[in-house]
Every structure is written in C-alpha cells, then in structure tokens.
C-alpha cells in the first residue's frame, strides 16, 4: 500500500476500483507529467448513491461528501494511469459541477468535500485551483461531477 493509500485509510477511506465509463471516453489520460481525469461521479460499487439536485431533494451536506467520493474516484482514474499515487507531486486544478435547485447557490461548499479530501490526503500539494459550477443536470441525474489535474514525477 502506498503511502498515499495509506492516508486515504486513516481517514477512513478506501481508494476504489476505477469507475466504469458510461459513454465514450477514457476515467484519465497522461499528457506530459500530467494527468487528466474525465468527470467523475459519486459511483459506490457500480451505483449512485444519491440521485436529483441540491437543495431539491439532496442536502448540501450530502452534496459535499458525495463531492469527496468523486475525489476519491478520480484519484482511483489517477492511479490506472500512473500506477501509485505516491507519484503525484501536485493537484493542479479540480473541477465541480452540482446538479442545482435554481434557488441553490452554495455550490462551492458542496465542492469543498473534494477540496478538503485532497488537501488532508496531499497535504500543501492537494493545494490547488478551483472551479465550483452549478448547473441544471449530470449524468444518471448525479448531485456532483469532479474532475482535476495532477502533475506527477
């Protein structure tokens, strides 16, 4: 178990298998020293756990640990690819989209379970630029899609 692995366990956490794509395209790809994941949802063992829109059905408490467990996918995407999750030196960028109420507007509090995930697992290097986007729908009806970049050695 790599060190990272290893912190993922100590929050009590399991780094999952890599999530199945639902269409067209590849969990991540390698560019350089980077990695770029696709979007990912809060899939648990093949299944949403939650479907609709925060603050219509879906709390915003909810919407952030769903947004974690995007996190923890994509870091499961990161992995396929690079082969140990000790490799990467920095996440660069996250991405999150919360399927909205019209009148909801906390969007980056609900992102913020991806924030925080990173940040207690990578510490300074799971610092990193953000983009919280609300929208009208997600995929299978998801409440939250992550996707980031990580620079790797």
Same mark, same amino acid.
């Given at each position: ?8 366990? *100590?929050? !009590?956490? @399991? $780094?999952?298998?890599?999530? =199945?794509?639902? #269409? ?5 790809? +390698?560019? &350089? ?27 915003? *408490?909810? !919407?952030? @640990? $769903?947004?974690?467990?995007? =996190?923890?996918? #994509? ?5 396929? +690819?690079? &082969? ?31 924030? @925080? $995930? ?6 300074? #290097? ?7 986007? &609300? ?19």
């Amino acid at each position: 178990m790599s060190a990272i692995e290893r912190r993922i366990f *100590e929050l !009590g956490r @399991e $780094l999952p298998n890599v999530v =199945a794509p639902v #269409a067209a395209y590849q969990p991540a790809v +390698v560019s &350089g020293n980077y990695v770029y994941t696709s979007g990912q949802l809060p899939m648990v063992n093949g299944a949403l756990p939650l479907v609709g829109k925060v603050g219509a059905g879906v709390t915003a *408490e909810d !919407g952030k @640990e $769903l947004a974690a467990t995007c =996190a923890l996918n #994509a870091l499961a995407a990161v992995k396929s +690819v690079i &082969g140990d999750l000790d490799r990467v030196k920095r996440i660069v960028k996250v991405v999150g989209f919360v399927a909205s109420d019209a009148e909801f507007t906390g969007q980056p509090g609900v992102i913020n379970g991806a924030s @925080e $995930l990173l940040g207690q697992v990578f510490g300074d #290097a799971g610092t990193h630029a953000r983009s919280a986007v &609300g929208v009208a729908v997600l995929p299978l009806d998801a409440p939250v899609e992550v996707e980031l970049i990580a620079e790797f050695e």
